[in-house]
């Protein structure tokens, strides 16, 4: 008599994520929905699920199956292990990534317990990571702006700006006058853009919150061209409705719109940022030009002045100048340049002044 073969399992149930055969994952389904029928957004939920799947795998190889068998010191071991462990080129995962993927734990069994599904919140005490602020890899001057700028304008044999050049333009500046991320430039919709009176409506920022920034006459005049003349011709039925769109007719992805920038970057001899470089440039150059930095907080989104406090460490220049005229060792050779300076470098120490009072030493990161 032949042995009945047993059916074989289909491709998908085979290459199905362990997490999802885990007790752990009828857990995980419901605490996503939870907070998403809150309003979190999609991103903060992707975070947090890719968070606990690693540590739900990680519990499964040590036979930890159950949300009702983590205890502190399980924690701890996980904690630990995310600090000894090593990429594949032998670096360490940064302070901030293991933050990152602690945080969705402290979260997830705080909900556990508030929903009774385990009797404590072994989470409670988890403390995390200490992650210095750090100051920008590289700030990019006005003359770099502007070097930047300039490659985006190549024509062809017959002296005509090439189109996808002048969309590159309008891109480039427009991150450069609102200091917009690069998620909130490429949702950015056509009627976002109010060119006649010189702003941006961004939807659904950092924290799912709107803000409207202002938009330089610059940066109006190349996305105007770039709306009369090239968007026309890349637009593909129906319209996404976005006011940048690929070659390809579509919205940009973040990997795409890196690698464009990146190009630019490159082509002027910079070789770290992207995106962010711009935004970074802004703040900076702004402040060192007498921008209040509650000013530059509203138009960054930032939640908390803290954040925005770290372009205030970036601009040597005019720090230099208050330096040479009150450094008892310095006043000698500065003399001859008191009267300049005098006038810019009291306004920059009052707004310092103003600034550090105003902080509060109990403001966190959004």
């Known amino acids: 008599m032949k042995r009945r073969k047993k059916p074989r399992a289909s491709r998908a149930v085979r290459e199905r994520d362990p997490v999802e055969r885990s007790a752990f994952y009828p857990y995980l389904l419901?605490?996503?929905?939870?907070?998403?029928?809150r309003g979190y957004s999609p991103r903060t939920?992707?975070?947090?699920?890719?968070?606990?799947?690693?540590?739900?795998?990680w519990a499964e190889e040590r036979t930890i199956r159950t949300p009702q068998e983590v205890t502190r010191p399980v924690l701890e071991r996980y904690r630990r292990f995310l600090y000894h462990y090593r990429k594949d080129n032998g670096e360490p995962l940064s302070f901030a990534t293991q933050m990152q993927r602690l945080i969705p734990l402290r979260v997830f069994f705080k909900w556990l317990a508030r929903e009774n599904h385990i009797l404590g919140n072994p989470a409670s005490e988890l403390e995390l990571p200490r992650v210095h602020r750090r100051l920008p890899a590289h700030i990019l001057s006005r003359e770099q702006v502007e070097q930047v700028m300039a490659l985006t304008l190549l024509t062809d044999e017959h002296g005509y700006l090439d189109p996808k050049s002048l969309r590159d333009r309008a891109i480039l500046e427009t991150l450069y006058s609102s200091g917009?991320?690069?998620?909130?430039?490429?949702?950015?919709?056509?009627?976002?853009?109010?060119?006649?009176?010189?702003?941006?409506?961004?939807r659904q920022g950092k924290g799912q919150k709107d803000r409207f920034v202002p938009l330089g006459s610059r940066a109006i005049h190349w996305i105007r061209r770039y709306l009369e003349e090239v968007r026309p011709e890349l637009v593909l039925e129906p319209d996404p409705g976005v006011l940048f769109l690929h070659e390809f007719g579509e919205p940009f992805s973040k990997n795409r719109l890196t690698d464009l920038v990146k190009k630019y970057l490159r082509a002027a001899g910079i070789e770290r940022g992207a995106c962010h470089l711009f935004r970074h440039a802004m703040a900076t150059q702004m402040l060192e030009n007498g921008a209040d930095i509650r000013f530059i907080q509203a138009i960054l989104g930032h939640a908390q002045l803290t954040t925005t406090e770290i372009y205030t460490h970036v601009t040597i220049v005019k720090l230099k100048e208050i330096h040479a005229l009150t450094h008892p060792a310095e006043r000698s050779v500065a003399v001859t340049r008191q009267h300049r300076y005098a006038?810019?470098?009291h306004a920059q120490l009052a707004a310092l002044v103003a600034d550090d009072q105003l902080i509060d030493p109990e403001d966190a990161d959004a």
């Open 180 to 202: 917009i991320r690069r998620t909130e430039l490429i949702q950015l919709g056509l009627y976002d853009v109010d060119l006649k009176n010189g702003t941006l409506a961004v």
């Open 343 to 345: 006038s810019d470098a």
């Open 45 to 57: 939920l992707q975070i947090r699920s890719d968070g606990l799947r690693r540590f739900i795998r």
């Open 30 to 37: 419901h605490f996503l929905e939870w907070f998403a029928s």
